[in-house]
């Protein structure tokens, strides 16, 4: 494995790999295999297959923690938007994984580096690797840096519908009047900032803001049920 690549990894994630051909092995891919026969090498995809099933775990875990008032259908959509292929080739890009596969040459020649499914599959096989060699921890503390940010600046938040959401709640006991109400206007008509509350039963509960007035309501409804949520864990 490359030196400059492993100097990377200890530098920006604090990972020492103490068997480094788990990592060499997470980034070979079939097509280097298939033109290096004589080198009896293994690909990535068997460890690929072990760090999906990690991934999943340490993401539902998440996401099961960070939304406790959402139903299994709507989790399921957010981590389903989480470990799509095209959000795990964005991490691998962002952490130089592609700089460090190793490709065949037919590969390499018709652009597999920025392939997005290679990279999908790639981020995988790092995590799989990482997994075998240090354990379940290293591998959350590793996604914790690299994933977790992301979903908590609102990266997935075009997965959630925060308004209906927040109905749900508020009218799990009964009939409730919800209102959203736009309180202020700001910057040039091209690139106007709204906010608004929401109000239930006479009550405000949240002030939001977006660049649309559904962006703001949106925003206001999420903030709102932050707010209950907490109230809820002061009450316990």
Known sequence: MEQAFLEELKTEYGIVFE???????????????NEHRN???EDNERVEFLGDAV????ISRYVYDHYPDLPEGKLTKIRSAIVREESLAKFAQECHFDRYIRLGNGEEANGGRKRPSLLCDLFESFLGALYLDQGLEKALEFI???IFPKIESGMFEQEMDY???LQEILQHQGDVNIAYQIVGEEG???ERTFSTEVIADGKVLGLGTGKSKKAAE???AKLAIRK?????KDER
């Open 228 to 232: 209950l949520h907490g109230i809820r």
């Open 19 to 33: 068997h480094v051909d788990l990592l060499e092995l997470a980034f070979t891919h079939s097509s280097f295999v």
């Open 188 to 190: 040039p008509a091209h």
């Open 218 to 220: 949106q925003d206001a």
């Open 144 to 146: 914790k840096q690299v």
């Open 163 to 165: 308004k209906t959401r």
């Open 39 to 41: 080198l009896a090498l």
């Open 55 to 58: 991934l999943e775990l340490l």
